[in-house]
């Protein structure tokens, strides 16, 4: 793509990653000139997110976090490439760049719910899933992986077109790819949705927690309620991902910064800032400490407590009245 410069004869070739400004008349590979206001706002976000992350992690030793910390770096190279792109509008790498990493970062966040959930069942005991944590780990880290390394070879094969006529198929090809990424993520988020709500049904409503005398609850609902936060965002996310990538390189969609910024950049910086509030490290802790006070209980305890229990507001606590409490008390004398 060429122009000729503007006071002089002399011509710019513009989609090499020499920087030029935006010319009125000569398009960018975006459609439009990335937003430098936009882009600054979110590295910062996800930066500060990243430290906090990072500072947490260590604190509380809870290494398996840094999944946290790395998604946010991944982040902040996408956003930071839009930050070049604000600058430089027809370079290419920066284009290429934040192609690739918007799209697979939020695997990683994903990769911390799918532990977070593991821990929770490693918690409550077998009852509580009708799958092991270490069964949830293999299949949804596996999903994870393989969403990831699909999303990112589609990506990589995809951008390597953008903006070279010869190169259309090879963009079409590494589109599909992507978009079967994404996909393949959304069906593996929708299976840990439905696990995750059997879960809380049975800790919940089914007097689970009493095995470890309540672990703790308050502090689980809060934790539990973040994760679930956190997987909404991600999930619609992931939808605008796959329509925009369907609807086309050149699609009003695609073009359309608004969207980006609204449905992806503003999805997960809450997303990801939820665990920062509520840190896994720090509430685990606090739970796994109650629950280990509390002896386990035997499954024919919990058949007889069944029995005994007339709600799930009982069974949880959270009515707590003293005439619950006594009527409970006459029961067992």
């Not at 799918?114 to 949804?140: D, E, N, T």
């Not at 929708?190 to 609850?217: K, Q, S, Y």
């Amino acid at each position: 793509m060429s122009a000729s410069g503007h006071g002089s004869s002399e011509t710019q070739t513009y989609g090499s990653d020499t920087c030029h400004a935006y010319v009125d008349g000569v398009s960018t590979s975006y459609g439009y000139v990335p937003s430098l206001a936009a882009a600054s706002t979110f590295v910062v976000l996800f930066g500060a997110s990243m430290l906090g992350h990072a500072i947490q992690m260590v604190w509380f030793r809870t290494w398996w976090c840094s999944v946290f910390s790395l998604g946010c770096l991944v982040e902040i190279l996408g956003w930071a490439a839009r930050i070049w792109s604000a600058k430089c509008p027809y370079a290419q790498t920066p284009y290429l760049m934040q192609i690739t990493t918007l799209i697979i970062a939020p695997t990683f966040f994903t990769a911390g719910i799918y532990v977070l959930l593991a821990r929770f069942i490693r918690i409550f005991g077998p009852q509580s899933s009708i799958l092991s944590p270490k069964l949830y780990l293999w299949i949804f880290c596996t999903c994870d992986i393989i969403s990831l390394v699909v999303q990112a070879a589609g990506g990589g094969m995809a951008s390597s077109g953008a903006g070279d006529s010869s190169s259309s198929s090879s963009q079409s090809t590494g589109t599909h790819i992507m978009v079967g990424g994404i996909i393949f993520q959304l069906v593996a988020i929708t299976v840990f949705v439905a696990l995750g709500a059997d879960f809380a049904w049975r800790v919940f409503c089914r007097e689970v927690p009493c095995r470890r005398g309540n672990a703790h609850m308050p502090v689980v609902i809060a934790l539990f309620s973040a994760m679930v936060f956190s997987v909404l965002l991600i999930y619609i996310r992931s939808i605008y991902r796959t329509i925009e990538l369907l609807h086309g390189w050149t699609s009003s969609t695609m073009r359309n910064e608004k969207l980006l910024i609204g449905l992806d950049g503003a999805m997960m910086v809450p997303a990801v800032i939820i665990f920062n509030l509520f840190h896994p490290g720090q509430l685990l802790r606090k739970i796994e400490m109650r629950a280990n006070s509390v002896p386990m209980v035997s499954e024919q305890t919990l058949v007889l407590e069944d029995l005994e229990v007339d709600s799930c507001g009982d069974k949880l606590g959270l009515l707590g009245t003293e005439h619950d409490s006594a009527n409970n008390g006459s029961r067992y004398n």
